[in-house]
């Protein structure tokens, strides 16, 4: 016998003792699934030809379509198949098939046969299938999965500003259990439930609540056998209960251990976890028939209305993100590995909480809160409004139910939250008396939630999260229903200015004294490309996504009443009905959609991470440009912020001291002087003597101030008309300059205007439309209107000049989102069309005729034209924009010097 051999003889000889003892086998079926996108008549009954597509779980049919320049994506009917193998020893046995989640309504069928649904796509669900099974040896099951994701006025949720991806995106596991078993049938739950009532660090309760069923022919004397081990897997505490069951029996059990002395307490520095081992025991044979394990973190905590948060005594300021569980071209279904690794990336900003936001989540994201000590809350998915049906009343009661019961044993789990801004979208007029019965039927279905929720767990919080309504909200009696209240919160983005923060949190505690508070949301689109030097609300600039959270952080800090804050959102995320900068995408987040850090995730990492830190500000932006500051002095100087957690950071340039600066709320400014080409910055700051450094390699194209210089050749030029930003293109590695004003010797535009989206409060220049044709969306929603020339003084030679438009007035009325309406109730006028043609000539030399809205000028599409170009005589490039009809505009520009 080979070594080889040996060895595998060995693993299965373990696998054998491991699966006799447990008695519970939970497989995952994740592979060799069968997909098929649209339904199917009659199908699995009649069984016709179809085009299968081979693919594993987790899987959504939604990965493409969402991103596309299509409006929509598919929401309707997909069929799942998958062959199964069941081993003639299960005969005995209680099989099941397990989903951690399948968006929305999901019918399985076992060999033709319809084994169960369920409703809602961010629950798990167990479906018993051991009656529709074959055990005959070789014969062949197959389970079949009808699946829709198509809206449904009584399924929550019925609009979001996320993306209700379709398809089986979690895990699915083939289970099998002894007929004696804890409770494998209850909402798809542990079975078990474990509370601490009684905590302090001398000594602490623990309650064990739970069920098993009997499914032999016999009665049974049973023994519930609960150990409690600590990390180092000694047993600390046990307890056992004797009981009898008849066949087809459902039994319930309660186990109370106390006085647990001087236990390990749990907290976000330390999060230490103990085991309970729940094993159900024949008390005739001793013989084991099933066994589950559960996480155990002893703590105690409170919200109080005046002071905050507290956790085993100590206070807490809660400080952390929302999350959403998709990824770039993955949709929501992600392996296990890259939810964890977002838990990981929250915890390693040093923050302590996580809101699990808008939807229960896999269960792999609490499993690592619990692991890694991030305290968290977790909501079901009513968002914006609710439909006044019983069906749609019944359903959010299930989730809540579901929600609890699968998630109770987490100790990183301290709040139990429902319906989001749910009174975002109001229908019928204001003062209607349907709009106020309305408003009483959500306040009913919240306080039925909350009911449920009280009587499910009486431990922990609930928490509403609502938008910036306070009188809405208030009026509604939706601020008394909770013990805490959440506020989502856009001063100084959606509307207003960053001082209405602290305002808002100042009428709240006025107000509600009595009522903890909780900022759930809060945030600014940073567009990873787009930076800028004068950043103003709404540019989608990473520069005043930054003065956004300063302004903030600086504000919950200032106010113990504030328990904690949920920056919206920890990374992108899909949203399919979104235009703006990144079409389809919504660009809160602290971390791009990929996962990489921004800015404002380095600023908060300054301001919670407890060991010494310091960071380069934007060191994503490693490729830049600029003009020199003359012909004489071949620099250009830009801002970079370092963020740090020590009290000063010195910066080097190329190994040149650039001096040291005072950190202000974790942020010190340094003016850099980059020089063309390789700029290598290096961040210092000494803790005890020892040296804490970060660095960053930085290309540099410096732009000529004098395009004819000796000293620097011009080479190439890229701008970005009608706007002060720079866009930063990585794929083709080039930086777009905002526009400038001619000036003799150099470049730039004469005469014009910036465009501007008419009565619009948000947006101080360009539009928010998604161009299409084009990933540059930020070039082309900007531009300058009524541009006479555009000149640039280069010396002789052979140049390429590339002209970009686009038709930003149009017919077309995109979707109103509510969540980009201002708060002082500016709504965005609808375009006044008018007959746009205009001739572009260069260097006297007409290259573009008549180009107008009836061509090429196609509303809300990017249009280029590439030009070659001869300068000559020292005259360089003058483009000359004639209108013919209307007025010019002009949105982008690109020289490039060929020889």
């Known amino acids: 016998m080979s070594a080889l051999t040996k060895r595998l003889l060995i693993l299965l000889l373990l696998f054998q003792v491991v699966t006799v003892h447990a008695q519970r086998i939970k497989a995952s079926i994740n592979t060799n699934w069968q997909f098929y996108k649209g339904d199917i008549e009659d199908f699995p009954a009649n069984n016709t030809n179809v085009k ?124 099998a259990t002894n007929p004696v078993h804890f409770d494998t049938d209850n909402n798809a739950s542990a079975g078990i439930f474990v509370t601490t009532p009684n905590v302090s660090a001398a000594k602490a309760d623990v309650n064990i609540a739970g069920a098993f069923v009997n499914q032999s022919t016999k009665t049974k004397s049973l023994q519930v056998i609960t150990r409690i081990t600590n990390n180092e897997g000694k047993v600390i505490a046990q307890k056992q209960t004797s009981t009898k069951a008849g066949a087809g029996q459902k039994v319930s059990f309660t186990q109370n251990i106390v006085n647990i002395m001087q236990p390990t307490l749990w907290s976000p520095e330390s999060p230490y976890l103990y085991k309970i081992n729940s094993v159900l025991v024949d008390a005739d044979t001793k013989t084991q028939l099933d066994e589950v394990n559960n996480p155990l973190g002893f703590r105690w905590y409170s919200f109080d209305a005046q002071n905050g948060f507290f956790l085993n005594g100590k206070h807490y300021k809660l400080m952390g993100a929302s999350r959403h569980q998709d990824y770039k071209d993955q949709g ?27 939807y229960p989540q896999d269960p792999e994201v609490l499993q690592a ?18 439909t006044e049906s019983p069906a749609f009343a019944q359903n959010s009661k299930n989730m809540q139910v579901e929600m609890i019961r699968q998630n109770f044993n987490h100790p990183s789990l301290i709040i139990w939250a429902y319906m989001n801004e749910v009174l975002l979208r109001l229908p019928y007029a204001n003062g209607s008396v349907e709009r106020q019965t309305y408003l009483k039927n959500v306040a009913q279905l919240a306080q039925q939630l909350e009911d449920i929720t009280r009587k499910e767990d009486p431990y922990r919080y609930t928490m509403i999260p609502n938008h910036g309504s306070f009188e809405l909200y208030n009026n509604a009696g939706l601020t008394k229903i909770p013990k805490i209240v959440g506020w989502n919160l856009y001063q100084g983005w959606y509307g207003g200015d960053l001082n209405g923060f602290a305002q808002y949190l100042d009428r709240h505690h006025k107000d509600l004294p009595d009522k903890p508070l909780i900022v759930t949301e809060y945030g600014a689109d940073a567009d990873p490309r787009v930076h800028s030097m004068q950043p103003v609300r709404f540019d989608k600039s990473n520069e005043y996504a930054v003065i956004y959270h300063k302004a903030y952080l600086k504000a919950m ?23 703006e900068s990144m079409p ?25 991470w407890k060991k010494p830190f310091v960071s380069i500000g934007s060191k994503r932006w490693t490729l830049r440009s600029g003009i020199a500051e003359s012909t004489d002095k071949l620099q250009c100087t830009q801002p970079v912020e370092m963020y740090s957690n020590q009290p000063s950071v010195t910066l080097k340039l190329n190994g040149k001291n650039l001096g040291s600066v005072n950190t202000v709320d974790g942020a010190a400014a340094f003016n850099v002087p980059f020089i063309n080409g390789e700029n290598r910055l290096q961040a210092i700051t000494f803790v005890n003597d020892e040296q804490v450094a970060d660095e960053v390699l930085i290309n540099f194209n410096l732009v000529p101030a004098n395009l004819k210089s000796t000293a620097l050749p011009f080479t190439e030029l890229n701008v970005s008309l009608g706007d002060k930003r720079f866009i930063v293109d990585e794929v083709q590695q080039q930086v777009w300059l905002p526009e400038k004003a001619y000036e003799p010797g150099s470049w730039g535009y004469i005469g014009g205007e910036v465009f501007t989206m008419k009565g619009n409060g948000r947006i101080s220049y360009g539009s928010d439309k998604n161009i299409l044709g084009t990933d540059n969306d930020p070039v082309f929603e900007t531009q300058r209107v009524g541009i006479e020339l555009f000149k640039l003084d280069v010396p002789d030679g052979t140049y390429e000049v590339t002209l970009h438009f686009a038709e930003l007035l149009s017919n077309q009325k995109g979707e109103e989102l509510v969540y980009n309406l201002s708060t002082t109730g500016s709504v965005a006028k609808k375009d006044e069309i008018s007959t746009r043609a205009f001739d572009v000539a260069i260097n006297n030399v007409t290259v573009l005729e008549n180009l107008s809205n009836s061509n090429y000028l196609e509303p809300d599409k990017a249009y280029s034209s590439k030009v070659m170009v001869n300068a000559s005589h020292g005259k360089g490039i003058v483009i000359n924009f004639k209108a013919r009809t209307g007025q010019t505009i002009l949105n982008g520009l690109q020289v490039r010097k060929l020889f």
């Open 369 to 386: 809160c619990d692991r890694l000590g991030l305290l968290a809350s977790v909501e079901i998915p009513i968002v914006n409004q609710i």
């Open 332 to 358: 929501n279904a992600l392996p296990d590995a890259m939810h964890v690794r977002d838990v990981e990336l929250l915890k390693n900003m040093g923050a302590n909480f996580l809101r699990v936001a808008h």
């Open 584 to 608: 389809h995408l919504n660009n809160k987040g602290i971390a791009t959609i990929e996962r990489q850090p921004k800015d404002s995730y380095w600023l908060y990492k300054a301001n919670l």
């Open 52 to 175: 299968w597509e081979t693919i594993s779980i987790p899987h959504s049919w939604n990965t493409a379509d969402v991103t596309d320049d299509e409006k929509g994506y598919y929401r309707g009917t997909c069929w799942y198949t998958k062959r199964l193998s069941i081993p003639a020893s299960w005969q005995d046995k209680y099989v099941s098939v397990y989903f951690e989640g399948a968006s929305q309504v999901a019918e399985v069928y076992v060999n033709g046969k319809k084994a169960g649904a369920h409703i809602g796509g961010y629950s798990a669900f167990n479906i018993p299938v051991k009656q529709y099974l074959n055990f005959a040896p070789n014969s062949v099951n197959v389970i079949a999965v009808k699946l829709n994701n198509k809206h449904n006025d009584d399924i929550p949720p019925l609009s979001a500003d996320f993306t209700f991806f379709g398809g089986i995106y979690r895990d699915v596991y083939l289970v």
């Open 557 to 579: 800090n200032e106010r113990a009443f504030v328990a904690g804050g949920a920056i919206w959102n920890l990374a992108d995320f899909n949203s399919e009905q979104r235009a």
